[in-house]
């Protein structure tokens, strides 16, 4: 099976497993494994920010930071199609009691004026404006990358009226090697960001919060009080310190992977390419097939290739660190037999 579902579903590299055995622990509840605390100072300083916590996923991190940052009765303003509004089982309601304000965008770029008009005025009926919302590589539309001068302009907005902004990096590191703009760069235009070591760079559990020390502090409250307080954690920390380490220009090869991949998919029949694939995702638009993606992901997977449906007649491909040229050949061939046998 070629296994693009997702790229969480990576296994620990030999390096990661030995990195695992050989880690120093802890208790880091009393923040004493010294694993993490190398790798949170490591993050700290790859994001250019004072701080950083170990999450126990990319959701924790997220939703300790609407936790953080917010009151019960506020208001985040984020994209439509953001992962937090669509995937994260209604948590920022459940748990943060805040009302999502969400506005449509372009690849996760909600239009500057739409913002502004959408942050709320001091009054007695409304809710405040709590916290701004990025998501940076855009999931929803196919891991699409958010451009520095956009980030500018929303943090530069977000200033003027003292609202905090988050970015959700679940895929910071796809968009730092797509552009070459390294993370902290990015990650300056936010008062604190979220990242996967989960994801692109191959790492078995967790995720990132960063940001200033004051927000860190607070930050790890909440994620005690979600239990995510964890204990010997190093064996955690150590196999993302080596991803992060080693340099993760490996995930170049992911995007490669995914232009490969589209290519040879775009020229099958009633199949199109629904995103620009710039980072490592490929959304392959079914509809002229006549059949739905749940068809076409079954018939994919009889044919060896595992994929998610991403709407109704939207499959997403997700590449990552696990696959390598052969398996890419393979995925090609498997999607090619698929098309021959499901006729529209
Ligand atoms: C995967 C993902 C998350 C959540 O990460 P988990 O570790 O799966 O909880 C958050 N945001 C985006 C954009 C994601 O793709």
Redesign the pocket.
Known sequence: MIDLRSD?VTRPTPGMRQAMADALVGDDVYEEDPAVNELEAYCARLTGKEAALFVT????G?QVAVLTHMRQGEEIIMDDRA??FL??GGATAALAGVQSRTLPSEKGQIAIDDIAAAVRMSDVHFPDTGLIWL?NTH?KSGGSVLSPDYMAKVADLAKEHQIPVHM?G??LFNASVATGIPVSEIAKHTTTVQF?L??GLGAPVG?ILAGDRAFIERARKWRKRLGGGLRQAGVLAAPALLALKNGFNFIETDHDHAKQLARAVSELDGFYIENTVETNMVLVNTKETGKTSEDWVAEMKRQGVLAVPYGPYTIRLTTHRDLDQTAIKDAISGITKARHQLKG
Do not use: F
């Not at 996923?57 to 924790?60: D, I, L, N, P, Y």
């Open positions: 969480t996923s990319g959701t924790q997220n992962h937090v995937y994260e998501e999931n959700d679940a895929r996967c989960s994801k995720s």
